[in-house]
């Protein structure tokens, strides 16, 4: 159980919390790149509770600035795209990728422009989408993570409906063995049932083990007759399973991204192919009890299910009326974590799993070799990634 004030810290993603400082130090992906073109060069974007553009200028360079501008306020969501960058469509105050003023042209002296500087956030292109780094400079580099960088097959990005509620239900949730042998009891189509559904099949699981690693918290799972798979949670926001690696993204408090990234060995190509899924619950935009959540829609499962516990949890999660267990100890390892990285990035510091080297490529620690039972019993099809 924590007090309002550390569920706070813990949830809380806008500038100058504790919370969002710590994900201000790290980069992350804010938009699949097909989706900025010359045709609709301008998005607004919400990362980190912040209202942003990211535009693709006729020099196409990538800018991210505050959505406000710096004149008066108007949205430069309805800018026009120039060649040197984004010129606002209510008196044309043009700015560049770094936030500059290049011109006021209503002005007769436009100096007094010239000295202002809007919210500008560096952008990069990787694994099909823009990153966007919000911290201090300088900035580290994109994690290299071992699954991005295989050549021998093929990348997809599965795009996941947004999710209502906070981002770090889905993080606890990342490193919470014991509900894949509950929640997921029952895959769909599936012609085996347990035999006792309030159990599931967690009768099988002899230990669930959690260590902090030098990318998060490794999570270890011993059956019953020895055998043992291992996931990585990658700190703060990604967990890496058997061939995809989650990625979430914080929008504001009460709204995540979640994108998975899969990767199939085989018929190598450079191309990311991108799926978009369907709302998992109607009508989409409502929250729980309105909303009707799919456990099983066609695509999507088992995250659908995992969907419905996240979002029925609230759009942040209560956690000063939990009641926590010893299966619980990974949630509590990562709150633990959470605290100390929250300090040392107050100490000026770096969090667990910045990476200042770009051409380093970063073990995930997936032990491939580990076979995964699931649910118990029966032997997850396997990819050896
Ligand atoms: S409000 Fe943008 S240029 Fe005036
Ligand atoms: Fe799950």
Not at 51 to 80: F, M, T, W
Not at 160 to 180: I, K, M
Request: hydrophobic letters at 35%; one cysteine or more; proline letters at 8%.
């Amino acid at each position: 159980m924590l007090t309002e004030e550390q569920n706070r810290i813990l949830t809380q993603v806008g500038p100058g919390t504790p919370g969002g400082q710590l994900l201000r130090r790290y980069w992350h992906p804010i938009l699949i790149t097909r989706e900025l073109t010359p045709e609709n060069p301008v998005k607004h974007l919400r990362i980190l509770g912040e209202d942003l553009v990211i535009y693709l200028d006729k020099s196409n360079q990538v800018g991210l600035l505050a959505d406000r501008c710096p004149h008066r306020g108007a949205s430069l969501l309805y800018g026009r795209v120039e060649k040197r960058g984004l010129s606002c469509a209510y008196h044309g105050w043009l700015m560049d990728c770094a936030g500059k003023v290049l011109e006021a042209p209503a002005e007769q002296k436009d100096s007094i422009a010239r000295n202002v500087k809007t919210t500008a956030y560096p952008v990069q292109e990787f694994m099909g989408f823009y990153w966007a780094y919000m911290g201090p400079a300088p900035a580290p580099a994109i994690p290299r993570y071992d699954i991005f960088m295989r050549k021998d097959g093929r990348h997809k990005i599965v795009a996941y409906p947004r999710l209502d509620c906070n981002w770090f239900v889905t993080a606890e949730n990342g490193v919470d063995s014991t509900h894949l042998q509950l929640l997921h009891q029952e895959p769909p189509g599936a012609k085996f049932k347990p035999a006792d559904s309030t159990r599931g099949y967690i009768d099988d699981i002899e230990a669930s083990d959690y260590y902090k690693n030098d990318i998060g918290i490794m999570k270890r799972r011993t059956y019953h007759g020895g055998t043992v798979d291992e996931h990585p949670f990658i700190f703060p926001l990604m967990l890496r399973t058997r061939g995809s690696i989650w990625m979430r993204t914080p929008i504001d408090d009460e709204h995540t991204n979640h994108w998975v990234v899969e990767f199939r060995q085989g018929d190598p190509s450079p191309e990311i192919a991108v799926e978009y899924l369907a709302p998992f619950k109607h009508p989409p935009d409502a929250v729980h009890p309105q909303a009707v959540f799919e456990k099983f829609p066609k695509h999507g499962w088992p995250l659908s299910e995992d969907v419905v516990m996240w979002e029925t949890q609230g759009r942040i999660a209560d956690r000063t009326k939990e009641n926590l267990g010893g299966a619980d100890k990974g949630v509590v390892l990562l709150r633990r974590i959470m605290f100390e990285e929250i300090e040392r990035v107050q100490r000026g510091e770096d969090p667990l799993g910045v990476i200042r080297d770009p051409d380093q490529v970063i073990d995930t620690n997936f032990d491939a070799s580990l076979t995964m039972v699931y649910p118990t019993g029966h032997v997850a099809q396997t990819v050896p990634v």
